[in-house]
């Protein structure tokens, strides 16, 4: 009998020139998640938001109606999830369990997002860890979209 292949994770991290209480607040603020959480040329949408343990928010990212491909895990142009704050630790620490409106079995299932902010010269150090990612979203396309949204963000906080 073969064993089931282990869920993906990926981490990623980027310098930020900003206090880790500034990006902290970027991740607990629904404007500011609208703003930049959305990778490349997506645009997001935060439909409801409660900044407390066992909370969270729900929350469209768009695909841009230039792609010539439709690829939305919820509909033809849009990804909709549902992040629970699992651990909330200003200014150093998120931990958000992130589930997707999908009808695709490849994309159900609980995804952790563990997010850290460490103190370094000049700014903080975001890491982004990502572990369980749903088999329908592969490794290497969650942290290219990782790592646009760090740009992102780094380009609203800075």
Do not use: C
Request: glycine share 6%.
């Amino acid at each position: 009998m073969a064993d089931a292949p282990s869920p993906a994770s990926t981490r990623t991290s980027r310098v930020i020139k900003t206090s880790r209480e500034a990006l902290y607040r970027a991740f607990t603020d629904p404007n500011a998640l609208a703003a930049w959480l959305s990778p490349g040329e997506m645009t997001g949408k935060v439909h409801a938001f409660d900044a407390r343990v066992g909370g969270g928010y729900r929350m469209s990212l768009f695909y841009p109606s230039s792609e010539q491909v439709d690829r939305g895990k919820t509909s033809e142009r849009e990804d909709r999830f549902t992040a629970r704050f699992v651990e909330l630790t200003p200014p150093t620490r998120i931990v958000q369990a992130i589930t997707f409106d999908s009808v695709d079995p490849a994309f159900s299932g609980e995804m952790t997002m563990v997010v850290t902010f460490e103190a370094r010269d000049g700014g903080t150090e975001v890491t982004i860890l990502f572990e369980n990612i749903p088999s329908g979203i592969h490794p290497e396309d969650n942290e290219a979209g990782t790592r646009s949204s760090l740009e992102k963000l780094a380009r609203y906080v800075e």
